[in-house]
């Protein structure tokens, strides 16, 4: 029986999730075994061309020779799966999306003209249709691998949807909003990181990015009642996930509200 | 007279996207282009107005393979900048999370990325089948990298510990010292990795550049020192810029730096720092490049995964010294007060000298952003390397050409994702 074709892409991103893959050591003679990777440059020379099984899209869309990659891409692949930040919510370099991209241009290169970039950075599922999107920045390897085994088995993946703070709970780690003062998103942000940050001592950042239900204006008003001002807490969430939707709307409200209330 | 072209669409096993062409007019090579497309993304631009203590976190995801780098030149200048003094404990703390680093970078790129070049294989996981200890063993010292970045940095991509000032929290004295027995295994694997690697066969190649790194007077270059050069210049991280200039090209999303002095490129990375700071690596590494004996001067930058070899040797000897005395009782990180000021900050990436420079007001906002990522000031070096190398292999048939210019390519590591501001091979015969 042949076995299913994976390829790996990249689009613009750190390759983090990608690595994710190389870093998942112990089990990566076990996928290489299960599945034939035919596309995957970071790691290997060999390739070939569609149609694929599965394709792993790493990255967002920012130049309009990559809007077009995305459709072929597409027409080549049974399953697109986006992993990571970057190809589901458009990654940090979504935050151009806010600002005059040819004055960003003109900050970082001398002569702009000799690239072409798009005005935004946008998440894949904006360009083509998305079969699953693995959240994080980067991405949990337990969770890809689990992905990519049930997506051969025929089966709906599942990735938990709810947020850090439940599993802060689980873990017994004390909750450092309450404990410290600190400013967490953990409440907003979905569960697939293990509750690390706080178990490190510092707030939630949001790179999982919103949970299923967040309720993102509710953690405002007790950001702000710790003394947080509007702006500071809309830096917090224009951050990796700062294009998603239920961050993107959030940080959108606060600016309006300050700039209302400065008049 | 016909003209060739050598293309190569996609580099592969490297870090990023990019391709190289090069154009010859009979058996005269008329131009060589690494071509980065990797897709820009402005963190200079985004850095700014936003606060200090964002930099370590956003500059991390420059590169998912080397985030420590980025990590650490961030917070070092932004100390800099605040005249946050930091406590030895954690700058030695700093350097077992660079050392983490390295074994992860220099793991993978030995035993997946290169090799597979010198034993004709297209990637590391079908050389496993024939190599299955070799392959096993570098997963393995890949692994304990990971282990450690993700002890000590919490996740071993885009680690979440590091601040200004220090640590959000130093693990414990027992976390630390259950990685000792795998490390004294890794130690060994390391010197059986370097005396594998240094039997391979190398193809003559002699580079003309000048080795640039940091350079420490009493330790191996990693995270502070003077930039040295094998021209014997020193020149103090605050002169970085005036030194060193980084220029923009038409063919490539990366820019290519030169000394502003000869106007030529220059080399940095592991050959660079060997070459530099042979007599400052740990006792077995220097033993082990005698026993190998390793040109005092090496030119050859196929020859690169030895001194990657010897640099992992080294890190796995300090890692282990830090491992076993570690006490943990002390003062995580050192709190600091705004005040307006600039920073800046060279450590030394898997791949070479990364440069940060910030200026921040006095609410602790950054207004300014300079970074300057080895893989785009080697690019300049690695074209003119090429050059000479693709007049040596230009006779033979175009595939077998391009496959052995893009295997020069991939010995100097190049990490295209984060020249952000880098491979295909294309040759073109007229
Ligand atoms: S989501 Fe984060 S880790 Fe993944 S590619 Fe983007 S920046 Fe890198
Ligand atoms: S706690 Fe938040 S910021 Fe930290 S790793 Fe988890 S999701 Fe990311």
């Not at chain 1, 990181?193 to 953690?219: D, I, K, M, T, W």
């Not at chain 1, 003394?227 to 959030?250: Q, V």
């Not at chain 2, 003309?208 to 007077?217: A, D, G, I, K, Q």
């Amino acid at each position: 029986m042949c076995k299913p074709r994976l390829a790996v892409f990249k689009f613009a991103s750190c390759d983090g999730c990608q690595l994710s893959l190389l870093d998942a050591e112990d089990h990566l003679l076990a996928v290489a075994d299960a599945v034939e990777i035919v596309y995957f440059p970071e790691a290997t020379s060999h390739m070939e061309e569609g149609p694929y099984d599965i394709a792993l899209v790493e990255g967002s869309i920012t130049t309009p020779h990559d809007a077009e990659r995305i459709q072929q891409i597409r027409k080549d692949a049974r399953y697109l799966m986006t992993i990571g930040a970057c190809a589901t919510a458009g990654g940090i370099q979504a935050l151009r999306n806010w600002a005059d991209k040819d004055e960003f241009m003109q900050a970082v290169y001398a002569t702009p003209e000799y690239i072409q970039v798009l005005e935004t950075s946008t998440p894949i599922a904006e360009h083509v249709q998305v079969d699953f999107e693995l959240r994080g920045c980067p991405i949990n390897q337990y969770q890809l691998i689990e992905v990519i085994r049930s997506l051969l088995a025929g089966q709906t993946p599942r990735t938990p949807r709810h947020s850090v703070c439940l599993d802060c709970k689980r873990r017994g780690t004390v909750c450092v909003t309450v404990a410290q003062g600190t400013a967490c998103l953990g409440p907003v942000t979905q569960s697939g990181c293990h509750a690390l940050c706080p178990s490190y001592n510092r707030g939630c950042y949001g790179c999982f990015g919103p949970a299923l239900q967040a309720n993102l204006v509710s953690l405002s008003e007790q950001m702000e009642r710790e003394g947080a001002s509007k702006a500071e807490i809309a830096h917090k969430l224009k951050n990796f996930n700062a294009y998603s939707h239920a961050f993107r709307t959030e940080s959108t409200r606060l600016v309006q509200l300050e700039g209302d209330q400065r008049g | 007279m016909t003209e060739r072209k050598i293309k190569v669409e996609t580099l592969t096993r490297v870090e990023g996207e990019g391709g190289l062409y090069v154009r010859l007019q009979g058996e005269q090579v008329e131009e060589v282009r690494l071509e980065i497309y990797e897709p820009p993304r402005l963190f200079e631009a985004l850095l700014r107005g936003r606060p200090l203590e964002d930099a370590p976190d956003i500059t991390a995801r420059i590169c998912g393979i080397c985030p420590v780098a980025y990590q650490m030149s961030s917070v070092h200048a932004m100390e800099m900048a605040l005249g946050v003094e930091i406590t030895p404990e954690i700058r030695r703390l700093r350097r077992l999370l660079y050392c983490g680093e390295w074994i992860e970078s220099h793991g993978l790129h030995m035993h997946l990325l290169h090799a597979p070049d010198f034993l004709g294989f297209e990637s590391g996981l079908a050389m496993a089948k024939q190599f299955p200890d070799e392959v096993n063993r570098g997963l393995r010292l890949k692994k304990h990298g990971n282990q450690l970045v993700d002890l000590l940095g919490g996740r071993a991509i885009h680690p979440v510990n590091v601040c200004v000032g220090g640590f959000y929290r130093i693990p414990s004295r027992n976390e630390f010292q259950k990685l000792v027995p795998d490390f004294e295994w890794g130690l060994n694997a390391a010197i059986e990795t370097t005396r594998w690697v240094a039997g391979f066969e190398y193809p003559e190649l002699e580079s003309e550049c000048e080795f640039v790194s940091l350079s420490h007077p009493d330790e191996y270059p990693m995270n502070e020192g003077v930039m040295q050069t094998s021209s014997g210049d020193q020149i103090e991280i605050s002169d970085y810029r005036d030194e060193f200039q980084e220029q923009q090209v038409p063919h490539s999303t990366a820019l290519h730096a030169i000394r502003k002095t000869t106007g030529r490129p220059y080399l940095l990375g592991p050959l660079s720092r060997v070459n530099l700071n042979r007599d400052r690596l740990s006792p077995s590494a220097r033993k082990l490049a005698d026993e190998i004996a390793f040109e005092p001067e090496c030119r050859n930058p196929h020859r690169a995964i030895i001194a990657r070899g010897l640099e992992l040797v080294h890190s796995y000897e300090e890692a282990l010294q830090i491992l076993r005395d570690e006490h943990s009782t002390r003062q995580p990180r050192v709190t600091y007060d705004y005040q307006a000021g600039v920073g800046m900050s060279a450590t030394e990436a898997p791949r070479g000298t990364l440069f940060h420079r910030y200026e921040i007001d006095t609410e602790g906002k950054i207004v300014e952003a300079d970074i300057i990522p080895p893989t785009s000031q080697n690019q300049a070096q690695i074209e003119v390397d090429l050059k000479a190398w693709v007049g040596q292999v230009i006779e033979k048939e175009e595939s077998q050409a391009a496959r052995l210019c893009e295997n020069l390519v991939r010995a100097y590591d190049p990490c295209i994702s984060c020249s952000t501001h880098f491979l295909n091979v294309t040759i073109e015969r007229s």
